[in-house]
C-alpha cells in the first residue's frame, strides 16, 4: 500500500515503468532507487547551496579593485567532506548488497523457463510441461518462476522494467532471473543489448494470469496443430510443407519441426508478428508473408518471393493456428 | 599585430616571418609543441562536425516514434561511428591538443621531450580517423557500437570489413596516444624549468602528469583487445568465440579494463582545466590543493579496479559484482571531493563571469547531476534496472558532454589569446554558452526519464509508447539548440582569429607561467623566467607586498628529473608490460581448462630452451657492450654489440623453425584456444625481438659511421633497457608456456 501512495504521488506509473514495480524483485529496487534519489538530493542540493552562497553572498568581480584574501583551503573542512561522502556510500553500499539479495535470489537447481535470445526473437521453452512459444511468455500471478536465459548467437539482454532486474544472454554462458507478477496484465519487455540490425524490434511480451488461465493457456500450447480439412487453408498446410518454411519453422502436429525460427504451433493466439514490429492482424501477416523484409529489414527470414495465391492461402492457414 | 585579415594570413602570422612563405609546410613539418597542439584541436574540431552530422542524424531519426528517416543498419552505423568519432577522434585529440600546448609552458619548459614523437602522435590522428571513414567506402562502417562486443563483431556477425577498419584504425590511435602518454610524462620529469619541482606543479599540469600514467597503462591494454580480436576476425582465432570454447565474457573485461579507465583518460584533463580556470575568475589559489592534487591520484588508482561495473549485468556473480560495487561508489568519494574544493574555491572570491568562467560553472553543475547517477549506476541493483537504457545514455552524456566539451570550450575561451593573440568575442561567447546549456540539458535531461520509461539504448526506432514520443522530441529539439550553440564558436574561433582584441600577454590576470610570455608565445616560449618558489609564480611576481608562501622543496623525488631518453623508455616499458600482461593474463585463462587438440606438452621444450639461452646469453652482450661504451673501448662495444644481433637473430630463427615445425603439422593459430593463444603470444613477443633487433642494428650503424667514431654513444643504454625487457617477458613467457605443462 505504502509503495502504491509512492507510484501514485510520482504521477508517472504509466509512463516510468521503472517506478511502477509490479513485483517484489522490482519493489526491492524501487525502494533502493527512492534511497538513492533522496540522499542523491540531498548532495546535489549542498554543492548547488555552496556554490549560490559564493556566487550571492560575495561581491562580484571588478575591473581595478584589489584581489580578495586568498585562503588557501581548510584541512578540517577536507576531511569532513571525504569523511561524509565515505560514510554514504559505505551506507550505499551496504543498501546495495541488500538488495541485490532480495531481488536477484539465487537460482533453483532447474529452471522453470529456458529462455533463448536470438537474432531478433525470444523463445521460451516451459521445461516441465515441454511447450515451447515466442516473443510471449506467460506466467501465473504471484507465483515467481525461475528463468535460465541463453543466447543462440550474440548476447542479447532480456528487461521487462515493471518486473525487476535485466539480465544479458550470453552464448555458453547460462545466466539466471526470477520473473513474477501481483497482479494480471501484459508487461512490455525489451532486447537490452545491442545484438545486429533488428535490436529495436526485439520486444517480448510478458503475460501474467491467474493460476487457473495459466494453466489453460499451457495446456493448450501443448495441443498439437490440427490439419484444416478443405479449403484454402488446407492448400496453405501443403504450401508449408513444401515450401522452404519447414527449414526452420516448426508446427506440432505435422512435419515441420525445425528449431532455427519461431515455432508456430500457436502462432494465431499471439498478438505480434516479428518480435513487436506490428500487431498480429490478416493484413498484416500477408504483408510479412509476401515480403518479410518490408515489414522488418534484415530479419532472418527471407523473401520468398510468394504469388498472392500462394500468400493468401498460407495466412488462411496460419490463422487456424490458434 | 599584422594587418592582414584573411585567415591565411592570420595562421601565416602565427608563424615565424621565415616560415610565412613556406606556411602550409611550415604547419606539415612542425615539431613544435605549441602547433602541434593547435594541430591536435584543429584535427579534433574537424572530427567533431562529423560526429556532430552523426549525432543529429541520430535525433533526427528518434524525433517521432516509428520514424523511417535512416533504416536499422544506416543508424547502428551512426551510433557507432558516432561514439567511436567523438571519444578517439573528438574528445581525445582536443584534450590532447590543449595538454600538448598548455603543460610545456606551464612547467616553464621549451617545448616536449619529446618533440618528433610528439609530431608522430599528431599525425596518427588524421591516419587513424581516415582508416575508420574509409570504412564508409568499403563495405560500410562497423555497425556494433563503441565498446564492439564480441561476439557480435566477430566475423560470424558482422562478416564485412567495417570491424576490421574500425579496429586498426583505434590501434593506430592507441599506439599515437601511447606515445603522447610518454611524452607528457617525460616532459614533466625532465624539463621542468629551474625551481619547478612536482609540489609547485600547478594543477593543471599535476592532473596531465597523473593523467598520462592513465594513458600508458590504459591505452595498451585495449591495443592488446585490439590485437585478440583481429587475430579472430583475419586469422580465424578463437579468442571471443563461444562455440570453440572462446570467451565472449572475456572481450568485455578486457575492453572495459582499458575503457573504464579511458573515461578518466578525457574526464580528469577537464577536471584539470576547471582547476586552473575556476581560481583565476575567482580570484583566489584552488581551495585545498594538496586534496585536489590528491584525489586525483586516488582517481587514477581507483579507475583501474572498476571495469566490471560496466558488466553487472552480464551474471558475473553477486560476489563479483560486490567488489565492483564497491569500487566504484568510493570513487565518488575522491571525485566529491573536487566538486566541493571547486565551489569552495569561489567562496570569498570575487566571481568574474567570463565566457571560460561560465563554461566552468556549467560543467562543475552538469558534472555534478552526471556523477550522482554514476553512484546510481554503481549501485548494482540500480545498474540492473538503468544499465543499456536511456537514463545510462543520459548518464554518459553528462560526463562527456556536461562535463568534458563545457571544459573544452572554457577551455578555449581561456587560452585561445594566448594560442593566437587575439581574445575572443565575450559576446558571442556567452550566446554559444547559454545555447550550449539550454541544449545540452533539453537533450540529455529527459532522457533519464526516458531511460526509466524502459526505452533500450542503440535501437533505431521504438513504438509510440504513452510520453516515448513527446520525450523524444524535446530531446531532439535540444540537439538544434547544441548544433547551433557550435556553429556559432565556430563563428566565433576564425573571426576572433582575423579580428578578435589584441590579448596581450596576460589578459585574465592569471598566475602561471604560460601567462609570462609573448602571446602566442615565441617558438622556444620564454625570453626569461620569472622566479619559482610557489605554484602561482606569476601572481607572487605581481603581489611582492603578499606573495603565496614558499612551497618547499621537498627531497629527492619532488626534484626527481631523470635522463630523458631513458625516462621515455622505461615508461615505453611500463605501457609494453601492460599489452603483455593482457596476452599472457589470456594465455592463462585459455589454458586453464584442459581442451581437445594440441597443447602445451605438445611443444618442444628442449630446443626452445637452447634457443631461450641464446636469448638471455644476449643480455649479457648487450651489457658487456654498454660497459665497453663508457670505457670508451668502441671496438669491444661493437663486438658485443654484433654479438647481441647475432643471438638475437638466432632466437628468431628459432622460433622461425618452431612456427614452421607447427605448421607442417597443420597447427595454425585456428585449430584450438591453445594454438590462438600461443602463437599470439609468442608471436607479439616475436615482433618486438624484430623491432629490438632493428633498434641494435641502427646503434649499430650509427656506432659505425664517422660522427660516431669516438666518445659516447647516448642512444645504447635506452636500447639496451629496451632489450633487456625483451628477455624479461621471454622468461615470463617461457615458464607459462614451456615449462608449466612440464610441471602439470
Known sequence: ?322 | MNGDTTITGTIAHLLTPAERRHWRLAWLSTVDHKRIGILYMVIGLAFFVIAGIEALLIRLQLMVPNNTLLGPDTYNWMFTMHGTTMIFLVAMPVLFGIMNYVLPLQIGARDMAFPRLNALGVWLVPFGGILLHFSFLASGPPAVGWFAYTPLSETPYSSQSGVDYWAISLLVLGIGSVSAGINFIVTVLTQRAPGMTLRRLPLFSWMIFMNAFLVILALPILNAALVMLLIDRLLDGRFFLPFGGGSPIMWQHIFWAFGHPEVYIVAIPAFAILSEIIPVFSRKPIFGHEFVAASTVVIVILSLLVWAHHMFTVGLGHTVDLFFVAASVLIAVPTGVKLFNWSATMVGGRVRFTTPMLFCLGALLQFLLGGLTGVSHAMAPLDWQTKNSYYLVAHFHNVFVGLIVFAILGGIYYWFPKMSGRMMSERIGKWVFWLMTIGFNLTFMIQHVLGLAGMPRRTYTYPDLPGWGWMNMVSTIGAFFMTAASILFVWDLVRSLIRGKPAGDNPWNAWTLEWATTSPPPHENFDALPPIRSRRPLWDYANPDRPDPVVPVGGAIDTFRPEKNAAGVITFIISEAGFFGVLILAYLFYNATPQSGPGGRELDVWKTAIFSVCLFASSFTIWRSEIAERTGNHGKMKAWLVATILLGGIFIAGQGLEYWTLFQHGVTVGLNLFATTFFTLTGFHGLHVCAGLIALMIVLGVAFSRAFKRGPLPALGPVALYWHFVDVVWVFVFSIVYLWPLIQ
Open chain 1, 1 to 322: 500500500m505504502h509503495m502504491q501512495l509512492w507510484s501514485a504521488t510520482l504521477l508517472i506509473a504509466d509512463v516510468v515503468k521503472v517506478f511502477n514495480p509490479q513485483s517484489p524483485q522490482a519493489r526491492a529496487i524501487f525502494d533502493l532507487a527512492i534511497v538513492a534519489i533522496v540522499v542523491m538530493g540531498i548532495i546535489f542540493a549542498v554543492v548547488v547551496g555552496i556554490v549560490a552562497y559564493a556566487l550571492l553572498r560575495f561581491p562580484r568581480w571588478r575591473e581595478g579593485e584589489r584581489d580578495p584574501e586568498q585562503g588557501a583551503g581548510n584541512k578540517k573542512i577536507e576531511i569532513v567532506w571525504t569523511a561524509i561522502p565515505l560514510l554514504i556510500v559505505t551506507v550505499l553500499f551496504v543498501l546495495s548488497a541488500r538488495t541485490m539479495g532480495i531481488s536477484d535470489p539465487p537460482p533453483p537447481p532447474n529452471p522453470d523457463i529456458v529462455v533463448t535470445g536470438h537474432q531478433w526473437w525470444w523463445e521460451a521453452r516451459y521445461l516441465k510441461s515441454g511447450a515451447t512459444v515466442a516473443n510471449e511468455i506467460h506466467i501465473p500471478v504471484g507465483k515467481a518462476l525461475a528463468l535460465r536465459l541463453d543466447a543462440a548467437d550474440v548476447l542479447h539482454e532480456f528487461w521487462v522494467p515493471e518486473l525487476g532486474r535485466k539480465m544479458t544472454t550470453v552464448p555458453g554462458h547460462p545466466n539466471h532471473i526470477w520473473i513474477q507478477a501481483d497482479k494480471p496484465g501484459t508487461y512490455l519487455g525489451f532486447c537490452s543489448e545491442f545484438c545486429g540490425t533488428q535490436h529495436a524490434w526485439m520486444h517480448v511480451l510478458v503475460v501474467a494470469e491467474p493460476q487457473e488461465e495459466f494453466q489453460k493457456w499451457e495446456q493448450a500450447q501443448l495441443v498439437a496443430a490440427a490439419s484444416p480439412t478443405g479449403g484454402n487453408a488446407q492448400k496453405g498446410l501443403a504450401l508449408f510443407q513444401q515450401m522452404s518454411c519447414v527449414n526452420c519453422h516448426a508446427i506440432k502436429g505435422t512435419s515441420a519441426t525445425a528449431q532455427v525460427g519461431p515455432d508456430l504451433t500457436h502462432f494465431a493466439s499471439r498478438k505480434k508478428i516479428g518480435a513487436g514490429i506490428v500487431d498480429n492482424t490478416p493484413s498484416n501477416l500477408r504483408r510479412w508473408l509476401r515480403d518479410p523484409q518490408e515489414v522488418k529489414v534484415g530479419v532472418k527470414m527471407p523473401n520468398f518471393k510468394f504469388t498472392d495465391e500462394q500468400v493468401s492461402d498460407l495466412a488462411d492457414y496460419m490463422e487456424t493456428l490458434k
